[in-house]
């Protein structure tokens, strides 16, 4: 079953060149129907994301206390793992059925597909997260103290991760052995997202608000120079992949 020829249809009708939003928008559109068709999210990442925070909770000291201080980096590593795994699969899936050549052909800004690529990555993400914040909550005891913030300091994160994501699968695209390269470029960017992250949402955890939002504007602006970095080169990249 080929999933690009819909795609190539849709995007062939755009050839005279959408802005950059509506090219996002369908750059976006047509990667969620891929994971609509594949079911690589619902299928295998969250069932790996689920047992690496249930494989933590054997690993390390089963007391509750020790569970609950551990949650946040431990929530983080699951989930920066699961997105390099999200999105190598991803890059197979399209690279395999000619949707990126479709994507060179259809005359889109480079920059409107890196968009609508991260975009939809970070959908994905949400997804992720929302289950495995029930699973940190079950299984760690972690405890929602802060409801207005940690969906705040999880955005700038599920960004920046998404935006790392997006660029070094395209980078690896092209290489044989990209399933194993993907996770050693990208893990070494994406450390300072889990750090971020885990103590945003640690002090959030020991009501130090003000910390937590000075770490939140950091993932911010950590999340905007990847994001502009990929807009800025994306066009090159996508080329050499």
């Known amino acids: 079953m080929s999933f690009a020829s819909p795609t190539t249809t849709h995007l062939a009708a755009e050839r ?13 559109v047509k990667d969620l129907r891929i994971e609509a068709s594949s079911r690589v999210v619902t299928n295998q990442v969250i069932p790996f994301a689920g047992i690496v925070l249930l494989m933590f ?13 551990m949650a946040p980096g431990l929530f983080w590593i699951a989930v920066v793992l699961a997105a390099v795994l999200a999105v190598s699969r991803a890059t ?7 949707a990126r050549d479709a994507l060179r052909l259809s005359g889109l800004d480079p920059a409107a597909v890196f968009l609508g690529k991260v975009a939809a990555v970070a959908i994905q993400l949400v997804l992720l997260e929302v289950v495995l914040v029930i ?7 972690f405890p929602i103290v802060a409801p207005g913030l940690l969906p705040a300091s999880a955005a700038a994160p599920t ?11 395209t980078l690896a695209g092209a290489i044989r052995s990209r399933e194993t390269l993907l996770p050693l470029l990208a893990l070494p960017v994406l450390a ?9 949402w640690s ?20 999340a905007a120079v990847l994001v502009a970095f990929g807009v800025a080169t994306y066009s090159g990249l996508l080329e050499e992949a």
């Open 16 to 28: 005279r060149g959408p802005g950059l939003l509506r090219g996002a928008m369908l750059v976006l």
């Open 57 to 69: 909770a054997f690993a390390v000291d089963p007391a509750r206390q020790s569970l609950q201080g």
């Open 92 to 98: 197979a899936v399209e690279n395999e059925n000619g």
């Open 135 to 141: 699973g940190v909550v079950v299984l760690y005891g």
């Open 159 to 169: 960004v920046a991760t998404a935006a790392a994501g997006v660029l070094y699968a």
């Open 192 to 200: 300072p997202v889990v750090l971020g992250a885990a103590r945003a």
């Open 203 to 222: 002090a959030a955890g020991e009501h130090s608000m003000g910390e937590a939002w000075r770490w939140v504007q950091l993932l911010t602006i950590f």
